[in-house]
């Protein structure tokens, strides 16, 4: 028997929604590491040592790690389109204005506005997912919307360098912050709401306390500590990494620092399909979900380590890349479990408070890793920490998640 039309009209709407949304987060990661691909030429004309440095590129994430909890429970109640349409302006209008900041402290401003402006792209996604897709097909539209996070930091060293080659690095965040304006009008034009269920109450107030009495919840936090750490060391400091200790020139840099994203896309997508072909084996929703969490986690950390290893800069790349094909396994799992451990009503809110831990440990990479390297002179140090906190988090995911949240 075929579909009914209402299920087509719904497909349909389903893969415009996952397009939008990849466009959005494609965006969202181009924009956020714009400043990683410029700090060496930010710091050499203004002067900033690399604990500043470290400084300026965690501003973002401790103003996108405090906004989670708000803007979860603002998704919930508000939808996403209004929401996301709206942070995708201001955020936008922030990467614009980093452009013209005359020093430090108009550029920590400018990022710290990015951050509240980013905060509600992913857990829009999860809301997105939940609310278009049916449970079956969930892990891969996640994996699909989580490619994001790997597509923008692909795509962003070709387009940035291009731009700072041709208009210097205020030219980049300038034309990088005209990009978002315009995908804005996109997702207010064409995004909408899917169908609302019938009988589906109205949106309730999060019950935090008793949301916050969960152990899975706390677990789901701290376990994305190691996640994000990891994540936002590369996405922090990679450029840097590859200039400082394998002497690759801006222009190699360019299109190097883009070959690992290019792995944690396909690690994105193959996290997704994994969480539904072991749902499908017979897996629960939440073991069909960890599983690829905590084997993501551990081959990132492992390789790693294997980067400390590397005798130069073409095997340090193959091992970075094997990191982040692992880590974003384990990424776009992550944002599945959101969906499968959460009450239906509060997706949004349990995303964006593991989202929250991520970003906690994503705030300190830059910043343990710039005052490592003032220490040091070396990357060894801030390698080996990052692989210590990915297997962390595995460890904390393995053993802490054991049940749903349930519907409080």
Request: charged share 10%.
């Amino acid at each position: 028997m075929g579909r009914s039309s209402g299920d087509s009209t719904r497909g349909r709407g389903a893969g415009l929604a996952l397009g939008l949304l990849v466009a959005a987060g494609a965006v969202n990661y181009v924009d956020r590491v714009t400043l990683s691909l410029a700090a060496p030429q930010i710091a050499g004309e203004l002067h900033l040592s690399p604990s500043q440095v470290g400084l300026l590129l965690s501003a973002f994430l401790w103003a996108y790690g405090l906004s989670q909890a708000p803007v979860g429970a603002l998704v919930d109640r508000l939808g996403p389109r209004r929401l996301l349409g709206g942070a995708l302006a201001l955020w936008s209008a922030a990467q614009a204005a980093t452009g013209l900041a005359a020093g430090l402290p108009q550029l920590v401003v400018a990022r710290l506005v990015l951050g509240v402006g980013e905060s509600p792209q992913f857990p829009v996604g999860a809301r997105v997912v939940r609310g278009w897709f049916a449970e079956r097909r969930r892990g891969l539209a996640t994996g699909v919307f989580n490619s994001a996070s790997t597509l923008g930091p692909a795509l962003a060293p070709p387009i940035v360098t291009a731009l700072m080659l041709a208009f210097g690095w205020r030219g980049a965040f300038v034309g990088t912050g005209l990009l978002g304006l315009a995908v804005a009008g996109l997702w207010i034009a064409f995004y909408r709401e899917p169908p609302a269920p019938s009988g589906e109450a109205p949106a309730a107030p999060v019950a935090w306390r008793r949301l916050l009495a969960a152990p899975t919840l706390w677990a789901m936090m701290l376990g994305n500590f190691g996640s994000g750490y990891m994540g936002w060391f590369y996405a922090a400091w990679l450029p840097s990494y590859l200039q400082s200790a394998h002497h690759f020139t801006l222009a190699q840099t360019g299109w190097a620092a883009s070959v690992p994203y290019l792995f944690g896309f396909l690690g994105s997508l193959a996290g997704g399909w994994a969480c539904d072909r072991l749902a499908a084996a017979g897996l629960s929703p939440l073991a069909s979900r960890k599983a690829p969490i905590v084997a993501g986690l551990a081959g990132g950390a492992a390789c790693t380590g294997l980067a400390i290893l590397a005798p130069n800069g073409a095997a340090a790349l193959i091992a970075i890349s094997a990191a982040l094909m692992c880590a974003n396994v384990a990424t776009a799992s992550i944002w599945a479990l959101a969906v499968a451990a959460a009450p239906e009503r509060w997706t949004a809110s349990v995303g964006a408070m593991q989202n929250f831990g991520g970003y906690l440990g994503g705030a300190l990479a830059p910043i343990v890793t710039g005052v490592t390297l003032e220490a040091t002179h070396s990357f060894v140090a801030a390698l080996a920490i990052t692989a210590a906190a990915g297997l962390t988090g595995a460890a904390i995911y393995l053993f802490g998640v054991r049940r749903p949240i349930g519907d409080l």
